[in-house]
């Protein structure tokens, strides 16, 4: 069945520290991938997305994700975290192209300690 | 990308109530859609608004429960009705515009006593 995995429900690191979101998916062609941020309170807010080409792809707030076709991941990064990206993490994709179907993962919070 | 203002931003109703949720955007977008997110879940798609049409429902969503307008291009409200507790749940306004990603409203956080 077609699936999109966030496997860890809760990730806590210190400010300054790296960070990395896992996702994972189950289509039969590489769907479009996305990330995205919810601040507390907050709607959805696009991090980046990975549609074709290259397979590192740079985000906002100094965000970025690697495709890799192989592990069928899509895995968020960010070399220094802060304290302002405590937030839920939402994995997405969209296995039509159209922006029609986006199916969300079940997402990771972040906890950033001091 | 489009602005998206999502009214009421909050709201705590009365069981057997309903509450109509309104999604305005600053520009013409081709979809428009809604989705649930239940306390410490997902989002799940509801339904997609189509303009002039009636909207397109996911499976375990039906019309009488949660009716949509779509007048405009720019326009869409969702209707949550007869609510019960189990509907408490933030309601998410997204458009979509050619091959764009979806963006999204701040939603509305609703409350059922």
């Known amino acids: 069945a077609q699936s999109v995995t966030q496997p860890d429900i809760h990730i806590t690191v210190s400010e300054g520290a790296s960070l990395e979101l896992r996702c994972n998916y189950s289509y039969g062609a590489t769907p479009y991938l996305f990330w995205y941020v919810q601040s507390p309170g907050q709607g959805l807010q696009l991090l980046l997305k990975y549609f074709s080409g290259d397979t590192l792809v740079q985000g906002i707030k100094g965000f970025e994700a690697e495709f890799k076709r192989s592990q069928s991941s899509f895995n968020l990064r960010k070399p220094s975290v802060h304290w302002s990206d405590a937030a839920e993490y939402f994995c997405a994709v969209d296995p039509s192209g159209s922006a029609r179907q986006l199916t969300f993962g079940s997402g990771t919070q972040l906890t950033v300690l001091p | 990308s489009a602005v998206i203002s999502q009214k009421p931003s909050r709201d705590i109703c009365q069981r057997g109530t309903s509450l109509t949720i309104q999604c305005q955007v600053d520009s013409q977008v081709t979809m428009m859609f809604w989705y649930r997110q239940q306390p410490g879940q997902s989002l799940t798609l509801i339904a997609t608004a189509n303009q002039g049409s009636e909207a397109t429902y996911e499976s375990g969503f039906v019309i009488d429960k949660f009716p949509i307008s779509r007048p405009n291009l720019t326009f869409s409200t969702l209707t949550v009705s007869n609510m019960s507790p189990e509907d408490s749940s933030i309601y998410l306004c997204?458009?979509?515009?050619?091959?764009?990603?979806?963006?999204f409203g701040d939603g509305t956080r609703l409350s059922i006593l």
């Open positions: 997204s458009v979509g515009h050619g091959d764009q990603p979806q963006h």
